[in-house]
């Protein structure tokens, strides 16, 4: 995977293309006309105010987030759930954009397996996005549009202690039943414990296994300090180590209803209301 098709990582905006972050690339022109990509293009007269959206790619990682949404709202409208507002310029800590905000959203790239690989800017009056690409929003009357591609997601570091289900995957609601014969086999723990635990006392002999136990010397000699789960148990509750009992768990079927049967069962006319309305009407 060559670096143009890594997924975008992060997004920032500056004032001038020279202040571009290391490691970033900055999108100083529209992609059909060529022309300047200025954000805040705002007139002649004055000084002159530019805003430069900038992108970083990086091969995907364990640990690192990916782009994969973006959205263009009002200035004074809510942040959508999930997303970041990039609200200042990376340089001079300065409003990012005039009238509007650029929102976007990453995810670990060890949960998705698409990715924002580009972020392109169509010129002043192009609303219809090339193949492949979809229109975000409006941008000093520019176009912003970005393009979805597929990454291969790192490999996540192996959990410890993962117990395998005890069901099928394949579980439809039209079993009532579930046959759980094969539970034992999966559980971390003993179904029939041959040995009894009991809670030892907690002295200095038996709070040697003690959970969260620990040594202090003093000028006795070695001391043991007890904690609060010194000597606790821990094991499973008896009512639960007889597998007669796990099979006889009942699992309901759960009936289905399309949206026509909630808009039969549930639907109401108003039709009282609405005589009510009109006969207050009538005698005022």
Known sequence: MSNSDWPITAVTVVTEPSKCPAGFTIIDKTYDKRDDADLWRDGYFGKRICRYMCVERSAPSVGRDVLVDVAVINEKDPIPAGFTCVDFTSDTREKAMKKKMLCVRYMSCTLTKDAIAELIILSKGVRRPPNGYNLVGELNNMALCFKMAGFRSPNAEPQQNTVNPPYSPNYTTE????NMSNVG???P????????????G??????????GSNHQHT??????????????????NPRYTEMSRLQDIMIP???????????NEYSYS????RSVSTNAGTYN
């Open 175 to 178: 079993t009532p039943l579930n």
């Open 185 to 187: 086999s999966a559980l």
């Open 189 to 200: 723990y003993a179904i029939n414990p041959t040995a009894n635990h009991t809670r030892p």
């Open 202 to 211: 907690l002295d200095r002999a038996n709070s040697l296994a003690g959970i």
């Open 219 to 236: 000028s006795h000699g070695p001391q043991q300090v007890v904690q609060a789960l010194s000597g606790v148990p821990w094991q499973i």
């Open 253 to 263: 079927q759960i009936g289905y209803k399309s949206i026509m049967d909630i808009e």
């Open 270 to 273: 108003f039709n009282i209301e």
